[in-house]
């Protein structure tokens, strides 16, 4: 007989557990790590991923909250990136403890008066002066996820040397000795603190080993097969055999054989004794068969990325593995690549020697797996590498003295940064960095040339009209040919032709190599100049060389630095545009959103904030993948259309199917007894979807008409969500990506107070910052040098794009000075007159919306307003929320709505 199955008990692959998780086992990490901080040691767990820190730090935690001490986690990850600066990084860690301690400090206000200190003085102060004056507890911060550093762009060695400061100040201040950290992370020490210089805080920390689960503490687990197994002891034995623990695992397995067991009509085990081969059949098609395929959530590959993505010492990795695949076991060291491969949680300390994890690592990544992928990794170090196309980008009249100008190397940053994201657009790798620039790779010679070509029209773009331009320009050669790979590095004749060939290109230019041009002649869009013969040094033979000139988007060739004057900013910004700034950050989570499978994108914002032209670049984006795209707009439909569900679903079909360039066939699959809503989906997934063999990217533009019809609205904007959650479980819609694009203000008249469309990844542009409306002036041919005026523009308009453009537009035809501009901007003899008489009516038709604005408008500081106003008047574009509180969008809103507002 079987026991009765808890069935509220489930099993947790992946995450952190909750501190109550009936699945939790206790280990020796926990009591070492509970009472190391109780006595205030500081303390440290450095291990694999997927060990469970996590699930650790959130028990001891709650631990210690329930003994008296104050405690806060600062994960790391949710505030360290690329992009970000040492001061963003340092303030959020301030505010972290600010929000974990719930403490009483304005920290922006805090920081202000500081900012004469830098980053690491100003936590040093904080940590002082606020937290342990505020906070008399006994006191733990954990650090989680402390491995982030190593991807940040400064050093924070200073960080570490904080904390062992905080250590060494308990024998001069006594409040420190309440104070104690743990940090825990994927790292080894060594690797965390770079010049060695600095003291460190895990010489004076108590390290804490994770071990793997054991039979003996792993009750909890069993507690969960009671009901499913009549022998739940027998079955976790052999569980723990195939893991050795290893929590992830673990919890995955169980979940795996309970799951089993819920679909499965068969005994489970059939017979008692027979629980190995049971459960390693279990394992060998559920975990290992297909592995790659299978790792869900993912472990296996993590690790496999470890070994393989680490490319300094990948190699060694590799062969170390090898080693212990072929003796078993090898004696355990403390050099790096012994600790790295610890920490990629494949093998294990045991007895004072490394061996395997467990059986499943074993068998997954196996002797003929390692010998594959090592015989790969060698190859690169010594084998000619054939075919390959190499791209070198070099600085235009490169000297070192231009790397001591800090305004230069600024823009030589920004210049090498969008070169990075081309050249990772079109599937290339950056192979090594000079001083004077950077070797690129690509699949192919076509995607190298479609890449050069990219990048010199954008740096083209942005260096228009800024003094000393060809200082700032790159010279571009592209070569097709043999190179060598050995030690992480990269030689051959192929690396100095190439490195060559750039100089012989024009500032701007694109040299290509007679065996690049053979293969892209037949695809360039471009005109190509056959420079004849040339002899290059160490090159035996003279090589036919070719040009690409260089990209002229705005200055005039006949005339110093004058400009060919745009039409009026109106509308989308063109593809093509020199006009157009870009959100490189933006623009890429849309491009990889619409990358996934069944992709759902949800652009909205008030009107003039650039929608429609951050769409068309994802558009062209699309179509550069071979995606198939599909552009409509609501704006272009009859009302009486609009009017009608089952006119607008043939409408959409109809459209769609022209675009493509199909057949119409809605009479074939339009049937009236199953309604107009599930014949259009019939339509898209059984014939639409089912005649391409790429992803469809549908763009729905001014959605925004179709909330004026809420009959029909409530049944469309249902339908496209429907769509988006079919994607997670039929294959077909996963080809369909769309794009859903509307304007906010609809909201005011139609008395929305929420969004009708709240699926997919949302999307909220932001306004110019004073460096882009520089940027922008300067395309313009303004000669602005100090940011003066566009400090100044910057308090009127706030960045607003739109207002932005069109006094930029104005300034550069000198049709108005810039003190002209300010005097007038608010008034109606200003330039912004129909802007914001289209706001003033929308108030004159909603009195109380106008009455609350005049509130905000006329108060010197933040204030709060009911919630339905708020949303309205930021949907209008015309206020800001600042945290709880909201002010005016912009000055020119406060001056011209200051007045106005009154005689309503």
């Given at each position: 007989m079987f026991a009765k199955f808890n069935t509220t008990y489930q099993y947790q692959p992946g995450g952190s557990l909750p501190p109550d998780a009936p699945t939790y086992v206790v280990r020796q990490a926990d009591t070492e790590l509970y009472e190391g901080l109780l006595a205030l040691e500081y303390c440290y767990v450095l291990n694999a991923r997927q060990m469970g820190k996590s699930s650790l730090r959130v028990r001891t935690m709650d631990k210690l909250l329930s003994s008296g001490f104050a405690c806060a986690e600062i994960e790391l990850s949710g505030i360290g990136s690329q992009q970000i600066t040492a001061p963003q990084w340092y303030g959020g860690i301030i505010q972290e403890l600010v929000s974990g301690f719930q403490l009483q400090i304005n920290r922006r206000s805090w920081l202000r008066e500081r900012d004469d200190l830098s980053p690491i003085q100003c936590l040093n102060e904080f940590i002082e002066t606020v937290l342990l004056i505020q906070i008399q507890q006994k006191i733990v911060i954990f650090i989680d996820e402390i491995d982030n550093v190593l991807g940040l762009k400064f050093s924070t060695d200073e960080f570490f040397a904080l904390i062992r400061h905080c250590y060494e100040n308990r024998a001069m201040k006594p409040a420190y000795r309440r104070l104690s950290f743990a940090l825990l992370g994927v790292a080894a020490p060594s690797d965390l603190i770079q010049d060695k210089h600095y003291s460190t805080p895990f010489n004076i920390g108590r390290a804490i080993e994770l071990q793997g689960f054991q039979i003996k503490d792993s009750e909890p687990l069993v507690k969960g097969l009671v009901g499913k197994l009549n022998n739940p002891q027998a079955v976790l034995k052999e569980i723990l055999y195939w893991t050795n623990g290893q929590p992830f695992l673990t919890q995955k397995l169980c979940w795996l054989i309970v799951n089993h067991c819920n679909n499965s009509t068969e005994f489970c085990p059939p017979q008692e004794g027979e629980e190995r081969q049971w459960i390693e059949q279990i394992v060998q098609n559920q975990i290992i068969k297909n592995w790659e395929a299978q790792d869900e959530p993912e472990h296996l590959r993590t690790i496999r990325d470890r070994l393989l993505c680490n490319t300094p010492k990948s190699t060694q990795l590799l062969q170390l593995y090898q080693q212990i695949l072929q003796q078993g076991t090898i004696p355990a060291q403390n050099s790096p690549e012994y600790l790295e491969l610890r920490l990629s949680g494949l093998v294990t300390q045991h007895q004072g020697s490394l061996v395997v994890k467990n059986p499943i690592y074993a068998r997954v990544f196996n002797l003929d797996w390692v010998n594959q992928k090592l015989a790969l990794q060698l190859a690169n170090s010594k084998i000619v590498a054939t075919d390959l196309t190499l791209m070198f980008a070099g600085i235009v009249a490169f000297t070192p003295e231009m790397l001591v100008n800090q305004q230069y190397l600024d823009i030589v940053q920004q210049n090498w940064q969008q070169m990075r994201q081309y050249c990772q657009q079109f599937g290339g790798q950056?192979?090594?960095?000079?001083?004077?620039?950077?070797?690129?790779?690509?699949?192919?010679?076509?995607?190298?040339?479609?890449?050069?070509?990219?990048?010199?029209?954008?740096l083209a773009i942005a260096v228009t009209n800024l003094l000393k331009p060809d200082k700032l320009l790159h010279q571009i050669g592209i070569h097709l040919g043999e190179v060598f790979f050995k030690d992480n590095d990269v030689l051959g004749k192929g690396v100095d032709l190439v490195a060559q060939l750039h100089t012989q290109a024009e500032p701007g230019g694109i040299c290509l190599s007679q065996t690049v041009y053979d293969q892209v002649k037949p695809h360039l869009q471009v005109n190509v100049v056959n420079l004849g013969q040339y002899k290059l040094k160490d090159i035996s033979e003279p090589i036919f060389l070719y040009h690409i000139s260089p990209y002229h988007p705005v200055l005039s060739k006949n005339t110093d630095n004058s400009l060919n004057f745009p039409s009026y900013p109106s509308g989308a910004v063109p593809l093509d545009s020199p006009f157009y700034i870009e959100q490189t950050?933006?623009?890429?989570?849309?491009?990889?959103?619409?990358?996934?499978?069944?992709?759902l994108v949800r652009i909205k914002a008030p009107r003039e904030i650039g929608k429609t032209s951050l769409l068309l670049r994802t558009l062209d984006y699309a179509a550069r993948q071979g995606y198939h795209t599909v552009s409509l707009?609501?704006?272009?439909?009859?009302?009486?259309?609009?009017?009608?569900?089952?006119?607008?679903?043939?409408?959409?079909?109809?459209?769609?199917?022209?675009?493509?360039?199909l057949e119409p066939k809605l009479e074939e699959y339009w049937d009236e007894d199953i309604g107009s809503k599930i014949s259009c989906s019939l339509y898209f997934r059984n014939y639409l979807l089912k005649q391409i063999d790429t992803p469809l990217v549908l763009s729905l533009d001014e959605v925004q008409y179709i909330f004026e019809h809420p009959l029909v609205a409530k049944d469309v904007l249902p339908l496209f969500r429907s769509w988006?959650?079919?994607?997670?479980?039929?294959?077909?819609?996963q080809k369909l990506r769309l794009i859903i694009v509307h304007s906010t203000e609809i909201y005011v008249p139609l008395q929305l107070k929420q969004s009708p469309f709240n699926v997919g990844l949302p999307i909220e542009l932001s306004s110019f910052n004073v460096e882009q409306v520089q940027q922008l002036a300067q395309r313009y041919g303004l000669n602005w040098t100090d940011y003066q005026e566009a400090t100044e523009l910057m308090a009127m308009l706030e960045g607003h794009p739109a207002l932005v453009h069109t006094a930029i537009y104005h300034l550069s035809r000198k049709q108005i000075t810039f003190a002209q501009f300010l005097d007038t901007a608010a008034t109606p003899s200003g330039i912004y007159l129909h802007h914001l008489q289209r706001h003033q009516v929308t108030l004159q038709e909603q009195p109380e919306l106008a009455k609350a604005l005049d509130i905000v408008i006329n108060s010197h500081q933040p204030i709060s307003l009911d919630p339905s106003m708020t949303y309205k008047l930021i949907s209008m574009g015309v206020i800001k929320q600042l945290r709880d509180k909201v002010i005016p969008t912009c000055e020119l809103y406060r001056q011209y709505f200051t007045s106005r507002n009154s005689k309503l």
């Open positions: 950056v192979l090594k960095s000079f001083e004077n620039g950077l070797l690129f790779s690509f699949e192919s010679a076509e995607k190298a040339v479609d890449s050069a070509i990219e990048m010199q029209k954008a950050a933006l623009e890429m989570q849309v491009c990889d959103e619409i990358r996934k499978p069944g992709a707009n609501l704006e272009q439909i009859d009302d009486i259309i609009l009017n009608d569900l089952n006119r607008f679903l043939r409408w959409l079909c109809s459209n769609v199917t022209r675009q493509l360039q988006y959650e079919e994607a997670k479980r039929e294959p077909i819609w």
